[in-house]
C-alpha cells in the first residue's frame, strides 16, 4: 500500500512540475522561409476560411504562411486551412496589388 502512495504521490509532483506545452503554430508555418522578415499584410477584412467577421468566433487568430499573414475567425480554421493552403490562397490572389 505504501509503494502505491509513494508511486502516486511521485506521480502527481512530477506532473505538477512539468510546464504548460504551449500551442505552437503548424510546421508548414513555422518553416517557411520568407516567414523570416516581415509578413505580406492581410488584404481581407474576414476570415479567409469561412469569410466571417474576424471577431465573429472570439478572439481572432493569425498565422504566417510562406511570407503572408493570414487570419482567421476561430483556431478551427487554423486548421482547415492547413489541409488545404492552395484552396483558400487563391482567395488572396485578386487582393494582392501587382508588382510594378
Known amino acids: 500500500m505504501k509503494t502505491k ?3 502516486f504521490a511521485t506521480l502527481a509532483l512530477s506532473l505538477a512540475a512539468t ?3 504551449a500551442q505552437t503554430p503548424a510546421p508548414a508555418a513555422q518553416k517557411s522561409p520568407a516567414a523570416k522578415g516581415t509578413p505580406k499584410p492581410y ?3 474576414v ?3 469561412t469569410d466571417n467577421d474576424l471577431d465573429s ?3 481572432e487568430t493569425s498565422i504566417v504562411y510562406e511570407g503572408q499573414l493570414i487570419k482567421f475567425c ?3 480554421c487554423e486548421k482547415k486551412f ?3 493552403p492552395a484552396r483558400y490562397l ?3 490572389a485578386p487582393n494582392v496589388p501587382e508588382k510594378k
Request: glycine share 4%; aromatic share 0%.
Open 5 to 7: 502512495l509513494l508511486l
Open 19 to 21: 510546464p504548460a506545452i
Open 43 to 45: 488584404p481581407l477584412k
Open 47 to 49: 476570415c479567409l476560411v
Open 57 to 59: 468566433m472570439g478572439d
Open 74 to 76: 476561430c483556431a478551427p
Open 82 to 84: 492547413l489541409k488545404n
Open 90 to 92: 487563391a482567395k488572396l
